[in-house]
């Protein structure tokens, strides 16, 4: 069974969950989770953040994530000088067959980010290419909060997740859809890492599929009408996306040029 490495203190705690724990194994943990969250929450800029916690999504037991979260949640509501946070703890699990999307694809960005705490990889809320509509919004939620804590390795992590799930969409009618792309730039500001995780692979696709040739057909038309239908959502974004493909279309005039006068 794979160990949980804690991030400030190099002893590691058995993945299991608490009441099979030493009573001094899950003192430490608390008292790593408590100091973690002390540390970074001691800020008096006001803040809003309301988070539901769920579970289905977690990829450490259910019940440390779930134990985990509330004594965050604890933690945090303690500290005066914390900025608001609205904490609902939801202890069932949710599952693939959830018929409500906002309830699938709420994602528990306390549980994912404890995860890191623990180096565990981060799960998407789905391994089914026709479910990840909506993990994109997701996953900029956590990487907010990670911003904010200052989990710079969470961050990162954040970001290589959705760029793989962009990658693995790309030839799916959601790569991305319409409604990640505007919720995104709702969220995000100018200069967003999210921002340019999402066009940098908007963009590669598009020169995948050579967007602004004619003459496509079968998949590749689907293709191309799937991403022409996302990439023109928003201007900003669409402007964006067009000019980081010319800016890769120079860089390859660039060395083609480069080589022939080295040749010559």
């Not at 190099?10 to 973690?36: G, R």
């Not at 528990?108 to 623990?118: E, P």
């Not at 911003?147 to 997740?161: D, G, I, P, T």
Request: proline content about 4%; overall charge negative; hydrophobic content about 35%.
């Amino acid at each position: 069974m794979r160990k949980a490495a804690l991030c400030e203190k190099k002893s590691s705690l058995p993945m299991m969950p608490p009441d099979t724990q030493s009573k001094a194994e899950s003192e430490a943990e608390a008292c790593h989770i408590s100091e973690k969250v002390e540390k970074i929450s001691n800020n008096k800029t006001p803040m809003n953040l309301y988070l539901i916690v769920r579970s289905h999504v977690f990829e450490i037991p259910k019940d440390i994530a779930i134990n985990a979260s509330k004594l965050i949640a604890n933690t945090w509501s303690a500290n005066p000088t914390a900025r608001r946070i609205t904490f609902t703890v939801e202890d069932k699990d949710g599952n693939d067959n959830d018929p409500d999307p906002e309830h699938f694809y709420t994602v528990d960005v306390v549980a994912h980010l404890v995860g890191c705490m623990y180096g565990n990889e981060l799960g998407c809320p789905t391994s089914d290419v026709d479910r990840h509509s909506g993990c994109l919004v997701a996953w900029c939620k956590v990487y907010k909060f990670a911003r904010y804590l200052e989990m710079e390795e969470a961050c990162e992590s954040v970001l290589a997740r959705i760029a793989k799930c962009l990658g693995e969409r790309k030839f799916h009618r959601g790569i991305p859809t319409g409604e990640e792309v505007v919720e995104i730039f709702r969220m995000t500001g100018e200069g967003s890492d999210v921002r340019e995780v999402l066009v940098d692979a908007m963009a590669k696709m598009g020169q995948l599929w050579n967007v602004v040739g004619e003459g496509h057909t079968g998949d590749t038309r689907d293709c191309v009408e799937n991403w022409l239908r996302s990439e023109s959502v928003l201007r900003e974004f669409q402007e964006a996306v067009r000019m980081r493909i010319w800016e890769g279309v120079e860089e390859r005039m660039e060395r083609i040029r480069e080589d022939k006068g080295g040749r010559g």
